[in-house]
């Protein structure tokens, strides 16, 4: 695997910063203080305790951790300190009276015993069962890593199961209905999304990833892509003192094995941390399709079905180090990069009928196909706070350099006749994609009152992606002869610039918050074969309004309103980008043009001490929305295509209910009531559609004997119409079993994703010349079994404490 030079960049500079921390520790005339940590009980030694040194006015000074024989060795500079020895489900032990002479080489502090906490893990028992779904001003949290029944799976199926959200057979993700949503990693656009929309997030373990958080009616603190809301996954990182991490193995069927790491390193200033993840795959899927074609001068029939795999090794690795300058200056700088081998491999089979429903002939399609992808990212981010709390300025910069490519061969052949298993037609293709991205942002967050704060900031992205797309045929004598119509080298060209200011405050029970966002877009696209280019060059405001009224401490109201931006995505730009099924072929569109949405919403919320209630309204009208339209040429062959059509008014009801019925059960349930209505035309056929749909999920865990936590998921979707036919009715059920081992550091889960092999795609599409009956399935049912062991770090909770909602900045969450 070749690094890119920033990748080499980022590592050179964190083993320069990690030397020069260590070259810092051996200088002065410091003492070693040694010691042992044991148990208090059975006197065994406790390894990778962690003991840290504090000054009398309680300055963090340095740390360390204890070896397998429970021994630590630490030097310090001559001065007074005291003492903290913290180990998982352990009291804490303070001690004091440690004083270091000038000119003192040595201080043996001798065997220091520490109790067992047992109410500790009690608590940790109870606290891992609750609090799934928090609910906070503008955004709903899901705690994911606190789900056995996700154990061993992606980013993407993760997203599956979340309330609200959905993912379709080609990974694009939806939020309340509208693939138009915005995914960030952390806060920020990141590589591990990949290049066109969400595939890289197929190969992002679920294992690295802490929670998932949803954003349906976005301020103008964050730049106004997507009209459905904004979608932010949060990976695991933390910064106490000494070593800590978790490990976790995991192992699968159909083929799934994975291993994964999340460590880290706190000492003195320096706070190290790492997330790696490394997974092979076979993921088996498939489907059918009937579809009836009625042209001017004939009709016939074709069966298809297909049986595909998808595979290969995937690695994720993020890096980096909190540098704590000063108690008010933290540099943080961090590198992520991701690598994907994979093999896919794609059989098809068609069966062509007459009028009269008598077989013509039958051939196979085998497409075997390489994928590589090669992401990494640098970043940069500087965080500085003043004397007045919540003041606060951000600067970020980023820069992602994002590499795929995707080389096919195709073999066609008869399955009936005297000719059968002959080849007819050999090709091959190959897609090379390379982007670009470097964003610059920064912002400020001034409060002027108890409760009032002004925030403003300006954000500039860079982005380029290159791609070559070629495709060729073999004749009779095996020369290769390129297919013209189908081969394409495009140029995407966005930079996108913009500044925004916000103010927020507090009267009575009332809290608000409105803004401004300014954005300059400047997109160009060229394709090079015909020189057609498609320049777009527009200035729009985005405006947001915030509003709660307080009933009292755990009922209020909530009002929000916003102007949101839907750019084509790049694939929904490129003219052609896959030849896998010849009479199936997905195109993108060079001249789409933006969606704009107002979006409102009214609710009510309920955020008491063992339940969580959020019951709404929201209404999204939408100008120049995109929709894929399917037509057939004179061959039968049916071509998709994204068009803008005219108008979308899109408006629900939503409900979320968590509770904690007691200590050993608790239960959730997502309810979403949809309508849609589009106005639109294509070639003289009228694309108008009313489509009512709804869709339910139920999650529900207990805990049995006080040791096994069992949980369930199921959900529905309701059939839904579209403008071209009608989209089936989808449904799954989950489960997943957990037990604590190893006096609570270690976890063993099982999991069974898909019980009843459900989890189907099914439509209807139809037009003037044609009718399709389709089904397919991403992934078959999966049983997955891993091991996760937790060192120096409680069993994450994630139960209803306050938490700080967040504030300044687009992805400061």
């Known amino acids: 695997m070749n690094l890119s030079r920033p990748t080499i960049f980022f590592i050179a500079g964190l083993i320069l910063f990690t030397s ?64 903290l020895v913290q180990f998982v489900s352990y009291e804490d032990k303070y001690f004091s009276g440690i004083t270091l002479a000038e000119g003192q080489k040595r201080m043996n502090l001798g065997t220091i015993a520490v109790e067992a906490d047992s109410e500790t893990l009690q608590e940790v028992v109870v606290e891992a069962e609750r609090g799934q779904m928090e609910m906070s001003f503008d955004k709903r949290i899901f705690n994911v890593s606190k789900d056995p029944s996700n154990v061993g799976r992606t980013a993407t199926q993760l997203l599956d199961n979340v309330p609200s959200v959905t993912v379709d057979t080609d990974g694009n993700v939806a939020l309340r209905g509208s693939q138009n949503v915005r995914i960030l990693i952390d806060g920020k656009p990141s590589g591990l999304v990949g290049i066109s929309g969400s595939n890289g997030l197929q190969s992002l373990q679920g294992s690295l990833i802490e929670s998932i958080e949803v954003v349906t009616n976005p301020s103008v603190r964050y730049q106004a892509e997507g009209s459905a809301g904004i979608i932010n996954i949060v990976l695991k990182k933390d910064d106490r003192n000494g070593v800590n991490g978790s490990f976790e193995l995991n192992a699968g069927y159909p083929a799934n094995y994975g291993a994964s790491a999340n460590v880290n390193f706190r000492r003195e200033k320096i706070n190290y941390f790492v997330n790696y993840g490394a997974n092979y795959r076979e993921s088996p899927g498939g489907g059918s399709s009937f579809q009836r074609y009625t042209l001017p001068d004939t009709s016939f029939i074709t069966r298809r079905t297909e049986d595909r795999t998808r595979g290969g090794w995937a690695h ?293 001490k063992t339940s969580t209630i959020y019951a709404g309204v929201y209404n999204r009208r939408t100008s120049d929305v995109s929709q894929r339209v399917n037509y057939v040429d004179s061959d039968g062959v049916t071509f998709s295509q994204p068009l803008n059509l005219a108008f979308e008014n899109a408006f629900g009801v939503e409900s979320n209910i968590s509770k904690d019925w007691f200590d050993w059960w608790t239960s959730s349930v997502n309810f979403n009531f949809y309508r849609s209505i589009i106005e639109g035309d294509f070639n003289g056929e009228s694309l108008n559609a009313d489509t009512y749909t709804w869709s339910g999920r139920v999650n529900s865990r207990v805990t049995l004997w006080k040791k096994i936590n069992y949980q369930v998921n199921a959900f529905y979707r309701a059939p839904q119409n579209t403008p071209q036919g009608e989209r089936l009715a989808y449904y799954a059920i989950d489960m997943g079993l957990n037990r604590d081992i190893l006096n609570g550091n270690g976890t063993i889960n099982l999991s069974v994703r898909d019980i009843l092999n459900s989890r189907k795609w099914r439509g209807i599409t139809q037009g003037e010349t044609f009718y399709q009956e389709s089904e397919f399935q991403w992934r078959a049912r999966q049983f997955m079994v891993s091991f996760v062991y937790r060192l120096n770090q409680k069993k994450r909770g994630g139960g209803r404490e306050e938490r700080e909602d967040f504030e300044g900045g687009e992805g400061d969450f």
């Not at 909530?558 to 750019?567: A, E, F, G």
């Open 316 to 608: 994720n690795l993020r890096a980096g180090a909190d540098f704590f300058v000063t108690p008010k200056d933290i540099i943080t700088v961090s590198g992520v990069v991701r690598y994907e081998d994979g093999e896919n491999v794609n059989n098809l089979i068609y069966e062509d009928f007459n009028s009269n429903d008598v077989l013509q002939n039958r051939t196979g399609r085998v497409n075997t196909e390489q994928e590589n992808e090669l992401n990494s990212e640098v970043t940069l981010n500087y965080e500085r706070s003043f004397d007045d709390k919540d003041r606060k300025l951000t600067a970020y910069a980023q820069f992602r350099d994002n590499n795929e490519t995707e080389d096919s061969d195709i073999e066609q052949r008869l399955l009936e006749g005297e000719d059968i298993d002959m080849i007819m037609l050999r090709q091959r293709s190959l897609n090379d994609e390379t982007e670009r991205n470097i964003l610059i942002q920064s912002d400020y967050v001034h409060p002027f009152s108890k409760d009032g704060k002004f925030e403003a900031g300006f954000r500039s992205t860079l982005r380029r992606i290159n791609t070559s797309y070629l495709v060729e045929e073999q004749d009779s004598v095996g020369t290769w002869n390129n297919l013209v119509n189908f081969t394409n080298d495009f140029r995407y060209t966005e930079n996108v610039h913009a500044v925004y200011g916000l103010i927020a405050n507090r009267h009575g029970k009332v809290s608000y918050q409105a803004g401004l966002r300014a954005e300059l877009s400047d997109i160009q696209t060229l394709l090079l074969q015909t020189d057609e280019t498609n320049n777009r060059l527009y200035a729009n405001l985005f405006p947001s309004i915030h509003a709660n009224y307080h009933l009292n401490e755990t009922h209020s109201w909530q009002v929000s309103y916003s102007r949101r931006i839907s750019r084509p995505r790049f694939r929904e730009l490129n003219p052609f980008s896959s030849f896998s099924d010849a009479r199936n072929i997905r195109t993108g569109n060079p001249n789409l043009n933006p969606e704009f949405t107002n979006s409102y919403e009214i609710g009510y919320l309920v955020n008491g």
């Open 20 to 83: 020069a921390d260590i070259a810092a520790q051996r200088e002065g005339g410091k003492a070693d203080v040694v010691g042992k940590i044991v148990d208090a009980g059975s006197g065994d030694p406790l390894e990778f305790a962690t003991v840290s040194f504090y000054t009398p006015d309680s300055s963090l000074v340095s740390g360390v951790v204890t070896d397998l024989q429970g021994q630590f060795k630490i030097e310090l500079a001559p001065g007074s300190y005291y003492s």
